[in-house]
């Protein structure tokens, strides 16, 4: 799919969408889902892990490092964990689309081919193709770098003197 130059119209409009709809619940757990990794990936949040769990383990021998003191950082730690595990996700798909778009963007004003652009929704297929074709062009290079190297080194090697050498 061909993707057309943008106009001169396009290009001195500012491309922000402005919000036509009212905030949805989507919106509003990508807001949360922002403000959580934003605060939880910060040295502050390990900080406060690395406290929590030095609190827990001292609190051992009041309890007879009993099961249900095992029980209360096992229990903890697995909602926290599997909770993380969406606001990641979440997080890391809008970050991995918002990359795509600009990718896409630049690929779009810029030299390169338009078929690259909206590549992640290619076929495995399509995908195998590209991936052949730039190892060949790796290749290439690899083979290009090579002879100029030698063509290099060829270049910097004196002619050979008359003098033998010194002995070392």
Avoid: Y
Wanted: charge should be neutral.
């Amino acid at each position: 799919m061909l993707v057309p130059p943008p106009t001169e119209t396009a290009l001195a409009t500012p491309a922000t969408p402005t919000p036509a709809t009212p905030a949805t619940p989507s919106d509003g757990f990508r807001r949360f889902a922002v403000w959580v990794s934003n605060a939880l990936g910060t040295h502050w949040a390990f900080l406060a892990a690395v406290l929590l769990v030095v609190g827990w383990a001292a609190t051992g021998p009041l309890f007879g490092f009993g099961e249900r003191w095992q029980l209360v950082i096992n229990t903890g730690t697995t909602i926290i964990t599997f909770l993380m595990v969406f606001i990641i996700q979440a997080t890391q798909n809008r970050d991995g689309r918002a990359i795509q778009l600009k990718l896409d963007e630049l690929i779009r004003c810029g030299r390169g081919r338009n078929v690259f652009a909206d590549l992640e929704h290619a076929t495995d297929q399509e995908l195998d193709a590209f991936q052949r074709e730039f190892s060949s062009l790796r290749q290439q290079g690899v083979e290009a770098g090579s002879a100029l190297a030698r063509a290099q080194r060829m270049a910097r090697k004196q002619p050979p003197t008359s003098e033998p050498e010194p002995a070392r």
